[in-house]
Every structure is written in C-alpha cells, then in structure tokens.
C-alpha cells in the first residue's frame, strides 16, 4: 500500500513563499515520476510540476520561474518537494501530490495521488 503524506500549505501574502513536501512510502521500489497538481475553486486540477526518475522536469507556463521541483529518496521513502516563490493569488489552490508508475512488489500503481494541502496566498 503506497502512502502520501503531504505537508507544507497554508496563508502567505502575495509576493511570499512555501514549500510544500510529499512523503511516499510503503515498501517502494520505484516510482517513474512525482509530481504536483492544483485544483482552484471551480476549476479543473491542473499539473503544477513534475519530475521523473531520471530527474527531468516540467512545469506549467503560469510557475516557470516561480516554483521549483525537487525530489529526495532515501531507503525507506521518496519525498518530492515544491519551492514555491513570488506567490500570487491566482496560486491560490488546494495543492496534490501525485506519484506515477509506483512499483510495490509486483505491482505496479498506474496513479496514486495525495490528500491534498491547501495554499491561500491573499493579504
């Protein structure tokens, strides 16, 4: 069973910073991608960033040069992070972790998301 702990959201002003953090574990043995999704209020969710094993990145048009993605891995667990920086209110959704291609024993989970963490960048 693959597990995804999000931590990080909150109240920030216009123009601050968070970052979030998404632990995966659950006797992982590899994941082909993690990422990060948004869902505003009455909008459809929408990818944020992504990084694959392999370490390429992706990120939506409206982050580039704001957010960055970074992802660490230790024996026990995979943690992908989102820096996220010069915040605007339009950033203003609940944020999800997502993990793609996650192998447990001999299966292979097509898409495991998060709970979600809500961000509200407003003064």
């Known amino acids: 069973q693959v597990q995804l702990v999000e931590s990080g959201g909150g109240l920030v002003q216009p123009g601050g910073s968070l970052r979030l953090s998404c632990a995966a574990s659950g006797s992982i043995f590899s994941i082909d991608a993690m990422g990060w999704y948004r869902q505003a209020p009455g909008k459809e969710r929408e990818l944020v960033a992504d990084?694959?094993?392999?370490?390429?990145?992706?990120?939506a048009d409206s982050v580039k040069g704001r957010f960055t993605i970074s992802i660490s891995k230790d024996n026990a667990k995979s943690t992908v992070y989102l820096q996220m920086s010069s915040l605007k209110p339009e950033d203003t959704a609940v944020y999800y972790c997502n993990c793609k291609g996650t192998v447990v024993g001999i299966i292979k989970h097509p898409e495991v998301w998060g709970q979600g963490t809500l961000v509200t960048v407003s003064s």
């Open positions: 990084i694959t094993r392999g370490g390429s990145t992706n990120y």
